[in-house]
């Protein structure tokens, strides 16, 4: 496999499941991002990771716990969602933090929450 | 939070015609890409500019930066049905490294 992966690609939960979402890149990069893409509106930054650190947290609910055990896993835990949560969560990858990154995007996981 | 405006928002044309998408900020870039996303995948970069006035070509598609770094466009010549798709600008600023995302313009090209 060659990219980024995302699974699962499609997810339903109740307000009081717990589920988790994985991303995995085969490229070799060393940073890897959270994206939340909800409609009509611009895609948002969850979180940013490089070299397996958290660096960037943008007011994200706690409700959304990322973890990244290795440069080439990243996962999103979550629980207790709302139904405003309901969005497509984009994974992507970059060879670096540094401006000007190319950033490399998995298909996503399009969640409804019930 | 930075603003970035993507029009128009929707654009349905029919295949072989000619069409521009803008992307404008009230504040200057310190480089922009463009992506486009097809239904059900993630956005694929397909250029990113740094220099005011710069001119891009990638085949049919032709992208400009402002000269004043503010605003940006993307022109697609002779549009066909595999153009179809959202298409994203993602401006950076000079305040992190971090690209914000404007809400895109949906195009269908109709065969």
């Known amino acids: 496999e060659t990219g980024v992966t995302q699974t699962p690609r499609h997810l339903v939960m109740g307000m009081t499941n717990k589920k988790s979402l994985k991303c995995e890149q085969h490229l070799g990069h060393n940073a890897m991002y959270w994206y939340k893409q909800s409609a009509k509106k611009p895609l948002e930054l969850m979180f940013v990771y490089s070299l397996e650190e958290r660096v960037e947290n943008n007011s994200v609910p706690s409700r959304f716990s990322p973890e990244c055990p290795n440069s080439s896993h990243l996962f999103l835990h979550l629980h207790t969602l709302q139904p405003e949560d309901s969005a497509l969560y984009l994974c992507?990858?970059?060879?670096?933090?540094?401006?000007?990154?190319?950033?490399?995007f998995g298909s996503g996981t399009q969640l409804s929450v019930l | 939070t930075q603003l970035l405006e993507q029009s128009p928002q929707f654009l349905s044309i029919q295949e072989g015609e000619n069409l521009t998408v803008y992307c404008n900020s009230s504040s200057v870039f310190s480089s922009l890409q463009w992506y486009r996303q097809e239904p059900g995948e993630g956005p694929v970069l397909l250029v990113t500019?740094?220099?005011?006035?710069e001119v891009k070509k990638l085949k049919r598609l032709t992208f400009q930066f402002g000269d004043a770094r503010k605003d940006s466009s993307l022109h697609i010549t002779a549009a066909q049905p595999g153009d179809t798709g959202l298409y994203l600008c993602?401006?950076?600023?000079?305040?992190?490294?971090?690209?914000?995302f404007g809400t895109g313009t949906s195009l269908t090209v109709i065969p």
């Open positions: 992507a990858s970059s060879q670096d933090i540094s401006s000007n990154e190319k950033l490399f």
């Open positions: 993602a401006g950076e600023w000079d305040t992190g490294n971090q690209f914000y």
């Open positions: 500019v740094v220099t005011g006035g």
